[in-house]
Structure formats: structure tokens, C-alpha cells
């Protein structure tokens, strides 16, 4: 049997049940669940999502969160949420029950206890056929390859990525748009800092774009189902399909120069390369590489990822990451038929290879593994279906 082959041809049916009531939370509510209580990943859907431009956000070292703007009613009410503005809380993938809204929105059910790893149709290990697609990528350049032949085939005529600010050297990570061959490798490779690829939403429309793709962190991929599943409004609509990137953590910015500079003297303009196997992998301009404990970098956790759950990037339509044995191959996670479509259809036209993902049967051993340690951070005064598959008391004290 071929991989295009062992892909299902059906999937549950998708579905958006009626809501229960009518939807009141507003600012006030977002602030106090979420914002304050350690929630907040920093994925800014609240920031896009809200009409009257209140809510600000700053992308620095030691921030990635937002806040309220108004002076009106102080940082923890808002003005036109008292007016009956709710943009703000129906857009947050981590307000009250956000994942089994976005898996009822995506898969028509919830998911299992046994689904650590969120909902999904198979398991693939993937890479692009392209040479220079996959040199320029990360860990067998999948992302960069699916965006590419997208904008080519009319999926997409644009992508919410990150890029690298400032000239070579710069590896502080900005929200940006794709929209060629060029712009997307470009964007390729990991930054393991924090960039929230929705604020590049505004770009987008400024650029008249109506069909995006959005490339984000796994807290990312949450955003779009649940604006979709709470009916928050036209933002929602352009995001046309949604890449997930396998993620346990990112860093704060400061840990270029207060660890890899201070301690070991690696200057992060000289740092060519970066990637996480068990450790921090670090290749230098002049061809040295550096391997950093990662119990030393957990100092540095940014504070949106103390408490986040989703390893998987569990409501994408494709969720990718570089781990396992198979360093130049990205496991890849199916799980909508979208996401199907295009990967089946990728795989035809010959722009990527594939392979069964119980070649590594590792990378499917610590996926599973990653995303229940990561799921049992989510604590128990919050929703308690995030839990669910979890032995009571289980607690992460990464």
C-alpha cells in the first residue's frame, strides 16, 4: 500500500452546534480567566478580533501579551464590552471550553481521553523534493514546500509567517506575510523566540488578500476553529488553511544574551542555525557547533508556555515538527480533509515525498509523550475537559 493510499478517504464530519445561550463575555471576563490568570499564550486573537482597535500588544522581550488600551474603565474592563462588545472573548483559544468547541467545529466530536495528541486522520513523515526548498527549510523543508504549492494551485494567495527583524544577525521574530516563492524561504527555519504570526493579519488585508494561511504555533492554530466555532465575525473568514508547528515551548528574547552570550560566548550575530533534538543545537558562521542542556534554557520560558497544553498543534489542518530519528524528515501530523486534500494532492504532483510514520516509530512515541506532558500543565481550577486522559493530579513540573 502507498502512502497516498493509507490516508482515509472519510473523516467524522465536521459540524457547529448551536450555542447554548447568549454570548455575554466580554473584556472584563477575558481579563480575569485569561489574561491574568497565566491562560494567556500571547497568540493575539484577541487583538485582531477586536473591532473598535482597544487592544494593544507589544512584541518585545518580556511581553507577548496583550492589554486594554481605553482609560475609561482601567486595564481590566472595557467600554464597549459593557456596551455588549464580546469580539474579544470569542476569539480567545483559551477562554472556557476552547478545545472541545474547535474540535466540534473541525471534527464534529470531541476528542478521547486516548487522543493526547488531539483529533487526527494519520501520520506521515514528509519532505520536499525540491533541493533548494529543502536546504532552505527546516527539517526537511514541509512548511515552506505546502506554502509554495498552495499560492501556486489558488489555495492560498497568502501566508501569516515570521521573519527575522534587522540584517543578518537579527534573530528577533516578526509577524509578516508570504506571498511568492521568495517571501516564503525567506520565513523558513526555526526561531524557538516568540512571534505572533496573527498581528501579520492587518498586512494582509492592506494587501487586499482574502485567502491566507496561517503558520503558527500550536496555541496559534486554536485561534481560527474557535473564531469560527463562536461566531466572531468576518476576521475569521480569510484564514483558509492552518499550519501547526509541534511545539513545547519558545524563549524569552533574552536568551540570546544572557545565556548563549554570557555563559558560553556565542554571539547570536554569528549563530547561523538553530534546532532542538533533546538539546539546543546551535551551528555558527565560521562552521562550529554548540549544544546547550535545555534544563538550562527553561530559566528563559516565555510566561504564554507555563501553562499552555497543546504540544500538537492540535486544531491545525497539518501539524508538523522535526522530531524523531529522522532528522531530514518532518512528521506530519493529517487531520482535516483539507489538509488531506493538499497533502494527497502534493504527493501526486511529486513537490514532496512521503513515507508511513511507523518508519519512526519514535517521533509517534514522544509526540505522544510531549503532548501529555504538555497537556498536564493545564491546571485544574481551568476547563476540566483539557484534562481529560490525564491520572488525576498529574502535573507537569517542567
Known amino acids: ?38 491562560l ?10 477586536c473591532p473598535h482597535d482597544v487592544i494593544g500588544y507589544k ?26 462588545c464580546t469580539s474579544c472573548t470569542r476569539a480567545c483559544p483559551r477562554f472556557r471550553s476552547w478545545e472541545v468547541e474547535a474540535d466540534e467545529h473541525l471534527f464534529g466530536r470531541a476528542r478521547q ?3 493526547m495528541a488531539g483529533v487526527f486522520k494519520d501520520v506521515v513523515l514528509c519532505r520536499a523534493s525540491d533541493d533548494f526548498v529543502y536546504e ?36 528577533k521574530a516578526r509577524p509578516g506575510v508570504a506571498t511568492n516563492n521568495d517571501e516564503v524561504l525567506a520565513s523558513a527555519g526555526s526561531r524557538y523566540t516568540y512571534s505572533a504570526n496573527t498581528l501579520a493579519y492587518g498586512e494582509a488585508q492592506e494587501k487586499g488578500l482574502s485567502k491566507l494561511a496561517l503558520v503558527g504555533m500550536s496555541c496559534q492554530t486554536s485561534v481560527g476553529p474557535v473564531m469560527w466555532h463562536r461566531k466572531v465575525g468576518k476576521v475569521a473568514k480569510p484564514i483558509k488553511l492552518n499550519i501547526g508547528l509541534l511545539c513545547s515551548k519558545s524563549f524569552d528574547d533574552a536568551l540570546f544574551d544572557e545565556l548563549f552570550w554570557v555563559k558560553y560566548g556565542l554571539a547570536k550575530d554569528q549563530i547561523k ?23 538550562e534554557c527553561h530559566a528563559w520560558t516565555r510566561e504564554g508556555c507555563k501553562l499552555c497544553p497543546d504540544f500538537a498543534a492540535e486544531h491545525a489542518d497539518i501539524s508538523t515538527g522535526g522530531i524523531g530519528d529522522a532528522t531530514d524528515w518532518t512528521l506530519t501530523i493529517v487531520r482535516s480533509e483539507l489538509g488531506r486534500e493538499i497533502i494527497v494532492r502534493m504527493l501526486q504532483d511529486g513537490v514532496i515525498e512521503a513515507k508511513p510514520g511507523d518508519a519512526d516509530p519514535g517521533a509517534i512515541k514522544l509526540m505522544h509523550k510531549l503532548a501529555e506532558k504538555s497537556r498536564s500543565r493545564w491546571p485544574d481550577w481551568a476547563n476540566v475537559e483539557v484534562r481529560a486522559g490525564l491520572a488525576v493530579g498529574a502535573k507537569n513540573d517542567d
Open 40 to 49: 494567556c499564550t500571547g497568540c493575539a486573537g484577541c487583538v485582531i478580533a
Open 113 to 115: 481521553p486516548d487522543e
Open 59 to 84: 512584541h518585545e522581550s518580556g511581553q507577548y501579551r496583550p492589554f486594554h488600551l481605553e482609560e475609561e474603565l482601567g486595564a481590566d474592563n472595557c467600554i464597549h464590552g459593557e456596551k455588549g
Open 1 to 38: 500500500m502507498t502512502v497516498t493510499e493509507s490516508l482515509p478517504a472519510e473523516g467524522p464530519a465536521g459540524g457547529t452546534p448551536a450555542p447554548s445561550g447568549r454570548w455575554t463575555f466580554q473584556w472584563k471576563e477575558l481579563y480575569e480567566e485569561v489574561i491574568t490568570s497565566g
Open 273 to 295: 542555525k538553530m534546532n532542538i533534538k533533546g538539546v539546543f543545537q546551535l551551528w555558527m558562521e565560521n562552521g562550529d557547533y554548540h549544544e546547550v542542556n535545555l534544563k
Open 136 to 171: 532552505h527549510g527546516q527539517d526537511g523543508g514541509l512548511v515552506s514546500a505546502i506554502l509554495i504549492w498552495c499560492l501556486q494551485n489558488g489555495y492560498i494567495d497568502g501566508a501569516l509567517v515570521s521573519f527575522l527583524e534587522g540584517d543578518k544577525g537579527g534573530w
